[in-house]
């Protein structure tokens, strides 16, 4: 089963930030926070992880809090292209498997 | 690279028929991975190689299901017989494999209905 909770769908306005919550409690110590997207017809695609730290790259950010059982998803200016759905996932380093839960249908409102 | 081939693309199958998924990963990753996705289970993990070994079928839905990889560069999901409800885009995906290996590529999927 999936160790993740997050808000089914969600809004954003075209050129707004994108933040998108994920609630993971129960995540333990050599855990990381993984996101992936899938765009429609399409693969999943790798966005970004992170351990604890908050973490940057070219397509969003991840802010993990202190505690480590929440964090967000931040596409900083969405575009219509950043429909899709998005998955929050927890995974061991070492464990190469990855169980994707029911993740969050985004709609960039144009 | 090409990244992770899957053929065929799109497959439409009379019940009862074996129905045989490939794919290719890509070039040095040791990591399989075959999922299912429909609409009512979501994205479900089948079963996934390393090195060539099944490590964890453990999602594989039952014996009708069989995944083999002889070599680094292939592997297929054969379905025998098929059935109306195996109907779902399969999809495979690939990686290094391994502690440091945080990305999955997956291919574009294999769309197959079963009539």
């Known amino acids: 089963d999936a160790k993740t909770t997050q808000p089914p769908s969600m809004d954003c306005a075209e050129g707004r930030a994108a933040n998108l919550p994920c609630n993971h409690s129960?995540?333990?110590?050599?855990?990381?926070v993984y996101w992936y997207r899938q765009i429609h017809s399409q693969g999943p695609q790798y966005i970004i992880h992170?351990?604890?730290n908050n973490e940057t790259n070219e397509m969003a950010s991840l802010i993990i809090t202190e505690d480590r059982k929440s964090s967000t998803l931040i596409l900083p200016h969405a575009t219509l292209r950043d429909t899709a759905v998005y998955y929050c996932?927890?995974?061991?380093?070492?464990?190469?498997?990855?169980?994707f839960g029911k993740g969050t249908r985004l709609h960039i409102l144009p | 690279d090409a990244g992770v081939i899957q053929s065929p693309r799109h497959e439409v199958t009379e019940m009862g028929q074996e129905v045989t998924l490939r794919c290719k990963p890509i070039?040095?990753?040791?990591?399989l991975f075959w999922y299912r996705q429909t609409m009512m289970r979501g994205l479900e993990l089948l079963i996934y190689?390393?090195?060539?070994?099944?490590?964890?079928d453990s999602g594989m839905p039952e014996d009708r299901f069989s995944a083999k990889m002889p070599n680094a560069s292939f592997s297929t999901l054969k379905i025998q017989p098929s059935e109306p409800r195996d109907s779902a885009v399969y999809f495979c995906?690939?990686?290094?494999?391994?502690?440091?290996?945080?990305?999955?590529?997956f291919g574009p999927g294999t769309r197959l209905t079963v009539t």
């Open positions: 995906a690939s990686s290094l494999g391994g502690e440091g290996s945080y990305e999955q590529y």
């Open positions: 129960t995540i333990s110590g050599n855990e990381y």
């Open positions: 992170g351990l604890k």
């Open positions: 996932i927890v995974r061991e380093d070492r464990d190469d498997k990855i169980i």
């Open positions: 070039s040095g990753h040791n990591s």
């Open positions: 190689f390393n090195n060539n070994v099944p490590i964890d």
